[in-house]
Every structure is written in structure tokens, then in C-alpha cells.
């Protein structure tokens, strides 16, 4: 557009002045860009191109020169209307999702939590943005009194922090339009505590419930029990699945370095971090997980842990639904699926497909949220 209003205005300019009547005074027009972008307009052809057109100009083809530029312009400004009203009638088709809100994720790409609020924010389609943190210095959130991720930033202005609470506050948000996100996440608030190995945490009241009104609860969950069922799903991913992850990504030496291979290529990390990580990690990380081991009380082969609990999730959805939500995912679903997710292109996760009933849901929420089936 720019540029075709540059145009114009220099075939104006050319027409208007003095040089197309008489030779000798153009040079001072193209030489000091008096018509604001000319200078611009020209310095695209190469000073070549640009002595002759002087030279034809102080001949007295100037008037012709002008109404070139003038006609160039013009069917450059009509082309780039036309395509701006195109660009508009289209974007009025569409519904914008999210009611344009600017979503920026902070994450670990391998950590299951950010894994979640992906996996929800792609099944509705919500553009988002991706910042990946550095695990080692941080860097990249040291801006947040939060140190943890995920942090999902709406609009620069509301911090959300949690994976169910970012969840729950936007699910929120897409029902009930008339609330803003500031009001939505009073409803989430924080409680600091201390847990029995004396670390201070912090917990989220509320996060696995919809704020809606009771019109909204009844259109969401139709059938009885179907909330209640949701919540209960969305907490196990959290309290029970996402602890057999590490266990099982880490079980062996050789998973281990296969899994901080992947961590390193996948993360943000530099050169000498990458080294450090992928063998200092893979070798703390293979300790750790025999204490997480312990602490969860799996037993000593993890994969069985890890198959009767899919198998678990597999079973509750019965034969007759495609999803816990019934013909299409819930919350509980996109919860699971991304937790198990992160586990792709590892030995665990080869495992766990082979081994238990979960390859069939496992698929259908895969092409789901690749093909945003979650927008309207």
C-alpha cells in the first residue's frame, strides 16, 4: 500500500511540476526526494535505470513519466484494496478463537505440565506463542515471582500459573465471554504451605472447576455425573499419572541417556550445558527416579505401573465412547494425552503402546488436536 501511494504521489509530482513543461529542473526533484518517498520508490531500480529516467524526463518526456508512475499507482492501490476487503470479508467468516486474546506460553517443551495446556490449546485452536526456558539459568522468567512452569501470559497483562488452573481459567473464558480473565483467576486463588519434606509449595483452590453459571454447567456436562467424573480424571493425571513418567522415561541407563538426548535436542540449552545435561542428568536423573521409585511405591518393574494405569483410563471410557467426554475429549482426556505425550519417541512409550489398550484413544486424540477439532 505504502508503496503504491509512493508511486502516485511521484506521478503526481512529476505532472505538477515545472520539469514537464520545460528541462533542467527535475534533477533537483529526483536528487532531494522533495516527494516524500520518491527517493524510496527509486532506489529500487539501481542508479542506471535512474539516469535514464532523468535523462527522459529533462527531454521532455516528463508529462508521459508522470502519468506512468500515476497509473502504476493507482492499479497498485487498487489491487492492494482489493485484497485487504478479500482479507476482511474473510476474517468476518471466521470466528476468532480465544475472542483474540494473545496467549504466551513459558515452557520445558518435555515437561508434562506445559504439555497439557498445549494439548488444550491446540484441540481449540488458540494461537499462542512459545517461549522455551532454559532449565538450567532460567532466564527467560526471571521476571515472574512464579519459578515454575508453565506461565501462560494473556494479553502481557494476567499471569496464569499452573497447568489445570491455565486450563480451568481459559475453559472458563471461552464459555462465559462477559467475564474477563482478571475476574476469572480471583477464582483460583493461592494457598502456601509446607510440605512433610519442609519445602514451601504452592496449591490452587478450585482448579479443576469451571466458573459457569448453572445454565452453562448443564450445556457443558448434559448427563449426570460427567463433571464430577472430569474432575476426578483431570486430579489422577496430575497426582498419579505424570509421577509414573520419570520412573519409567529413566528406568535404565541407556533409556536415560536416551531421554536427556532428546531433552537436550528438544530444550533450550548451550553448548556445555547440553553436554552436562545429557550425562551429569541422564546419571542423576537414573538415581532419582529409583528414590521416586520408592516414594510413590511402584513396583520394581515401573512399566507395570504404567500399563495398569492406562489400562485403568481405557477401561473407565468402556467400549461404546471414543473419549472420557463421550464423541469428543473433555479436559480429562486432554490432561492424559498430554501427560503421555512427552513420552513419544522413547523405549516407554514404544512400551506402553504395545502393551496395553490405550493405541486407539491414544490416535483419535492425536488427530484431534492436530486437526483443532476443539474450535468451534
Known amino acids: 500500500m505504502a508503496a503504491a501511494r509512493a508511486l502516485s504521489k511521484v506521478g503526481w509530482s512529476l505532472l505538477e511540476s515545472p520539469a514537464a513543461r520545460r528541462s533542467g529542473t527535475v534533477s533537483?526533484?529526483?536528487g532531494k526526494g522533495s516527494a516524500p518517498g520518491s527517493r524510496r520508490a527509486y532506489g529500487t531500480f539501481g542508479m542506471g535505470v535512474r539516469s535514464k529516467l532523468v535523462s527522459c524526463v529533462r527531454t521532455g518526456g516528463g508529462r508521459v513519466l508522470g502519468c506512468a508512475f500515476l497509473l502504476g499507482g493507482g492499479l497498485g492501490l487498487y489491487q492492494t484494496t482489493k485484497y485487504c476487503v478479500q482479507q476482511h470479508l474473510a476474517q468476518g467468516?471466521?470466528?476468532?478463537?480465544g475472542g483474540g486474546l494473545k496467549?504466551?506460553?513459558y515452557q520445558y517443551k518435555t515437561c508434562p505440565f506445559c504439555s497439557k495446556v498445549r494439548a488444550?490449546?491446540?484441540?481449540?485452536?488458540?494461537?499462542y506463542e512459545i517461549v522455551e526456558v532454559n532449565p538450567v539459568m532460567r532466564q527467560e522468567i526471571k521476571w515472574s515471582p512464579y519459578r515454575k512452569v508453565p506461565i501462560l501470559m494473556v494479553d502481557d497483562e494476567v499471569q496464569l500459573n499452573d497447568s489445570s488452573v491455565i486450563i480451568s481459567s481459559l475453559k472458563t473464558y471461552l464459555i462465559n465471554t462477559e467475564k474477563s480473565m482478571s475476574d476469572i483467576i480471583r477464582c483460583y486463588?493461592?494457598?502456601?504451605s509446607v510440605n512433610d519434606r519442609g519445602k514451601e509449595v504452592t496449591e490452587y483452590n478450585n482448579k479443576y472447576w469451571l466458573m459457569l453459571s448453572e445454565a452453562e454447567t448443564a450445556k457443558m456436562y448434559p448427563e449426570k455425573g460427567m463433571q464430577k467424573e472430569e474432575m476426578k480424571w483431570r486430579e489422577w493425571a496430575d497426582d498419579w499419572l505424570v509421577?509414573?513418567?520419570s520412573p519409567n522415561v529413566y528406568r535404565t541407563t541407556g533409556e536415560a541417556l536416551a531421554s536427556f538426548d532428546y531433552i537436550v535436542r528438544e530444550g533450550k540449552f548451550g553448548t556445555f550445558e547440553g553436554?552436562?545435561?545429557?550425562?551429569?542428568g541422564a546419571a542423576a536423573m537414573f538415581l532419582i527416579s529409583k528414590?521416586?521409585?520408592?516414594?510413590?511405591?511402584?513396583q520394581d518393574d515401573v512399566r507395570q505401573d504404567l500399563y495398569k494405569a492406562v489400562n485403568d483410563w481405557v477401561e473407565a471410557m468402556g467400549k461404546k465412547r471414543k473419549f472420557m467426554g463421550g464423541d469428543h475429549p473433555n479436559l480429562a482426556d486432554l490432561a492424559v494425552f498430554g501427560v503421555l505425550r512427552v513420552m513419544e519417541g522413547l523405549q516407554a512409550f514404544d512400551d506402553m503402546m504395545a502393551n496395553t489398550k490405550v493405541k486407539h484413544w491414544y490416535r483419535r486424540m492425536e488427530s484431534a488436536t492436530l486437526n483443532r477439532e476443539g474450535r468451534d
Open 243 to 245: 509421577h509414573l513418567i
Open 28 to 30: 533537483y526533484l529526483v
Open 189 to 192: 486463588p493461592e494457598m502456601k
Open 103 to 105: 496467549l504466551t506460553l
Open 93 to 97: 467468516e471466521i470466528k476468532v478463537p
Open 275 to 280: 553436554f552436562f545435561a545429557k550425562y551429569v
Open 291 to 298: 528414590r521416586l521409585k520408592s516414594r510413590h511405591n511402584l
Open 120 to 127: 488444550f490449546l491446540d484441540y481449540h485452536g488458540l494461537p
